[in-house]
C-alpha cells in the first residue's frame, strides 16, 4: 500500500482503500485552514464483499465490489462505503474510523486494543542480518554486539529461517531457481537442524540462554500466515491433520493493475498448500503452544495478503481472510500474554477491517537496505499509510540499518513513527551515534504516543515525485 496524490477522479489509482479529498471554498485560500472542507470516502466489507476505489479515463470514480469466488454473487452493495466530511482531517479519520468499528463489529479502533509491551523496548530483527541464514551463534554474537556498544535490545524477532521447510522444486528448470524459493512448504512446526545439536537441543535453550546472558525480555518468532510461503506441505506427517490442499491464487484484476512481483509469480505457477478453514485454529494453537512452551513470547505472521487470491472455493476473500484472522488472533490470546503478534504484509482491507484484537501491523513495504533510490519512498509510504493504518494499529515502520548512509533520517522517523524501534543491523556492524539516540542505557525507548503522520500542510502533497523540496513532519507527541 502506498499513497497517491491528484487534482481529479482520473488520478484515482485502482485499489484504493482510503479516498481523502480537499476542497477549499474560496480561491486563493491555499495558505490558511479557513473554509477548508475535507471529505473522507473508506471503501470497507459488504458481507462475504469487499470494496474499493478507482478512477476512469473518462475522469470518473469507478466503485469496485468483489468476493474473490464465482460462487459468492450479489446485485447488490448496501454498506460497501463510508462518506463523512468535516474540517480537521485527523479528527475526520478518527472519528469515522470509530463509527465505521461500532457499525460493522468486524474490527476496532486502536484504543480499543491491547498493546504488546515489548514496543517500548529497543529490539533487533535477524532478517537483514542473515536473511534464511540465520543461526543460533549469530544471533549470540549479534545480541553481544548490541550489549557491549550500549545499546542493548530487549526484543528479538527471529525472522524467517529457524522452520522446517521442503524444497519440492529441485528439478525444475534453473532459470525457475529464484522462483522456487517462495514455493517452499512447512513441514513440520519444530525447529530445523540449525538450532538442534551438541550446542542447544531446541530453539528452547538458545531462547533460555539470551534471555538469561543477554537480559532479552521478549522473543517473537516468525511464521507466514498460512505456515510458510508456499503453505504446507500436504504430505507431511505433521499436517496432514489440518487437511491441506493445493490451490493456485487467482489474482482480482485490481491486484494485476499494480506492479507485480516475483513472490506472486512463484505462488500462482507452483500453488500454495492451503489449510482447511476450519483447521485454522488447530494449525495456529499447535504451533503457538510448542512455542510457548519453550520460552517463545510472540509471533511475527508474515504473508498475510496471499489470502485474498485464495478464497475461490472457500466463500470468497473475505470470507478466508476473517477465519484465518479470527483463528489467529484466538490462538495469540491463549498461547501468549500481552497480545503479542506483529501483523505484516496485512495491508488489504480485508484484513485491516477484520482484526478485532492485534494490535500491530507494518506500515509498508520492507525497508531495503541495497536501493538507495527506495528510503524517501519508504518513508513517505509509512506516515500517509499511517493516516489510516494508525486508527486501526500501531504502526510498524519496520528494522532500518543503524550504519547506513539513511540511517539519520531512518532513525529520525522510528523517533517519530509512534511504533516499536528495531534494527537489523549484521553482527558488530552498527553506528551507535545514532543507536544513542534512539535508546536508553537499560534498553528501553521514548516511544511516541500517537502515530507519525504528515501534518496537514504536507497532506496532498507528494514528497517523492513532485521535484519540490519536503519538510515531511510528524502530529506524534511523546508520552
Request: aromatic fraction near 10%; hydrophobic fraction near 40%.
Amino acid at each position: 500500500m502506498v499513497p497517491a496524490t491528484g487534482a481529479g477522479a482520473a488520478a484515482v489509482p485502482a485499489e484504493t482503500q482510503m479516498l481523502l479529498l480537499e476542497s477549499r471554498r474560496e480561491v486563493g485560500s491555499s495558505t490558511s485552514d479557513e473554509g477548508v472542507l475535507y471529505a473522507l470516502m473508506l471503501p470497507v466489507l459488504d458481507g462475504g464483499f469487499r470494496a474499493s476505489l478507482q478512477g476512469s479515463p473518462e475522469d470518473e470514480l469507478q466503485f469496485c465490489f468483489e468476493s474473490g469466488d464465482p460462487e459468492v454473487q450479489t446485485v447488490e452493495a448496501v454498506d460497501a462505503l463510508f462518506i463523512s466530511s468535516g474540517d480537521n482531517p485527523f479528527n475526520l479519520l478518527k472519528e469515522s474510523i470509530k463509527t465505521l468499528s461500532k457499525i460493522k463489529g468486524t474490527f476496532s479502533h486502536i484504543e480499543d486494543k491491547e498493546i504488546p509491551a515489548n514496543l517500548d523496548w529497543f529490539g533487533w530483527c535477524t532478517w537483514d542480518a542473515f536473511y534464511k541464514d540465520v543461526n543460533p551463534a549469530g544471533i549470540e554474537e549479534g545480541l553481544r554486539s548490541l550489549c557491549e556498544g550500549g545499546a542493548p535490545p530487549r526484543f528479538l524477532i527471529i525472522d524467517d529461517g529457524w522452520q522446517e521447510t521442503v524444497d519440492a522444486f529441485k528439478k525444475v528448470d534453473e532459470t525457475l531457481r529464484e522462483q522456487t524459493l517462495f514455493a517452499l512448504r512447512l513441514a513440520d512446526l519444530k525447529e530445523n537442524h540449525k538450532f538442534r545439536g551438541d550446542t542447544y537441543k531446541n530453539l528452547g535453550d538458545l531462547v533460555k540462554k539470551i534471555k538469561e546472558k543477554h537480559g532479552i525480555k521478549y522473543v517473537y518468532a516468525w511464521h507466514a500466515l498460512l505456515g510458510y510461503w508456499g503453505g504446507v506441505l500436504a504430505t507431511s506427517d505433521a499436517m496432514k491433520k489440518y487437511n491441506p490442499k493445493l490451490v493456485y491464487p487467482v489474482q482480482s484484476p485490481g491486484n494485476v493493475a499494480n506492479l507485480r512481483d516475483i513472490a506472486m509469480d512463484s505462488l500462482e505457477k507452483f500453488g500454495v498448500g492451503v489449510i482447511d478453514p476450519a483447521k485454522i485454529y488447530d494449525f495456529y494453537n499447535d504451533q503457538h503452544s510448542y512455542l510457548t512452551s519453550i520460552g517463545v513470547d510472540g509471533v511475527k505472521v508474515d504473508v498475510q495478503n496471499v489470502l485474498e487470491t485464495l478464497g475461490q472455493g472457500f466463500g470468497g476473500r473475505v470470507a478466508i481472510t476473517q477465519k484465518y484472522q479470527h483463528a489467529l488472533e484466538a490462538s495469540i490470546a491463549r498461547n501468549f500474554k500481552g497480545n503479542n503478534l506483529i501483523c505484516c504484509m496485512s495491508h488489504n482491507s480485508d484484513s485491516i477491517f477484520s482484526s478485532l484484537k492485534s494490535a500491530v501491523a507494518r506500515a509498508s513495504e520492507d525497508f531495503m537496505p541495497r536501493e538507495p533510490t527506495f528510503q524517501t519512498l519508504h518513508i513517505a509510504s509509512v506516515a500517509f499509510n499511517s493516516l489510516l493504518l494508525g486508527e486501526v494499529f500501531i504502526p510498524d515502520w519496520d528494522m532500518f540499518h543503524s550504519k547506513h548512509e539513511s540511517a539519520e533520517f531512518h532513525g529520525a522517523a522510528r523517533a517519530l513513527s509512534g511504533g516499536g524501534v528495531y534494527v537489523s543491523d549484521k553482527p558488530g556492524v552498527h553506528d551507535f551515534s545514532v543507536l544513542k539516540k534512539l535508546v536508553l542505557p537499560d534498553g528501553s525507548i521514548l516511544r511516541a504516543k500517537h502515530a507519525g503522520r504528515p501534518t496537514r500542510d504536507c497532506l496532498f502533497s507528494d514528497p517523492v515525485m513532485d521535484g519540490k523540496r519536503h519538510e515531511l513532519k510528524s502530529s506524534s507527541t511523546s508520552s
